[in-house]
């Protein structure tokens, strides 16, 4: 028996005949009027009232939060310190500059001469010149080399430590001894300047080393014992620091110290947030 096409049928394509077939329902209506009945009248509606959370409050034994009482001392997000001093703070370009410029110029001195000569008469000139220059160069380069460290003095124990480690080389580095002091640290007694306070330090030195019989070159070690800052109670940003020193000689510890000091040194908090030594000059 053949097909014949019925007049209402739609091509199998079309997937709204499906649906067309099925009976139609009213939509269910809104449990609540979306607008109100009578235009006059504004609903309104109550909300339960919500307790807000309470907030707990921290009071320092001085009356203040103790973010309030930190926030006198403690560094912003640049590090800086704004109730401080203003006084020369310590840099890596201050420290190591000089010592970088003097390694490159020799080097290029050093290149130089060695071009000069560079002919097959004079190439063993040249080579003398090579080896010197070099020599010179590498010693030139040694404050750079143990100085690669930096100091980080987050706290006035740090602080004394750095400055006195700063001697234990065969090299003292003076130069960052002397940034790592404030203005009435660079200003003393023995010295006013960083030629006289490296003359002072130098002799020092010399005068551990004569007592314990060791060459020149031998260097000396710092040994501190019974470390602790004190707060100053006026001073917000100042420090006593007390400790004891013992000075021995690489090499020969076994033998004891050949020095004993007992310190009391005041340390001060630069514009940084690191500290700096308002005195460091051991007793005579």
Request: hydrophobic share 35%; no cysteine.
């Amino acid at each position: 028996m053949g097909l014949t096409d019925r007049p209402n049928d739609k091509p199998a394509s079309d997937a709204r005949a499906l649906w067309d077939d099925l009976p139609k329902q009213d939509s269910p209506q809104a449990s609540w009027p979306i607008r109100p009945t009578d235009p006059g009248k504004v609903e309104s509606i109550d909300l339960a009232p919500v307790d807000s959370p309470k907030v707990r409050k921290s009071i320092s034994d001085f009356g203040e939060t103790p973010r309030g009482s930190r926030a006198r001392i403690a560094p912003d997000r640049s590090g800086r310190i704004e109730s401080a001093r203003d006084f020369p703070l310590w840099s890596r370009a201050k420290e190591s500059g000089p010592h970088l410029f003097r390694v490159l110029l020799t080097a290029g001195i050093t290149l130089i001469l060695a071009w000069i000569f560079a002919d097959w008469n004079t190439i063993h000139i040249s080579g003398w010149i090579t080896g010197i220059g070099t020599i010179v160069s590498l010693i030139l380069a040694y404050p750079l080399v143990v100085g690669l460290e930096r100091p980080l003095r987050s706290s006035p124990e740090r602080a004394v430590r750095d400055f006195l480690e700063a001697l234990e080389h065969h090299g003292p580095l003076y130069s960052r001894m002397w940034l790592l002091l404030t203005p009435e640290g660079q200003n003393t007694a023995h010295y006013s300047e960083f030629s006289g306070f490296r003359r002072y330090w130098k002799g020092r030195i010399d005068e551990w080393r004569h007592r314990g019989d060791a060459w020149t070159g031998t260097p000396v070690v710092m040994s501190i014992d019974s470390l602790r800052a004190n707060p100053d109670p006026s001073e917000p940003l100042i420090r006593h620091v007390k400790f004891d020193l013992a000075v021995s000689l690489r090499g020969r510890r076994s033998a004891g110290p050949v020095a004993r000091y007992t310190m009391n040194w005041t340390t001060e908090r630069g514009r940084d947030g690191q500290w700096y030594l308002r005195e460091a000059d051991p007793p005579e």
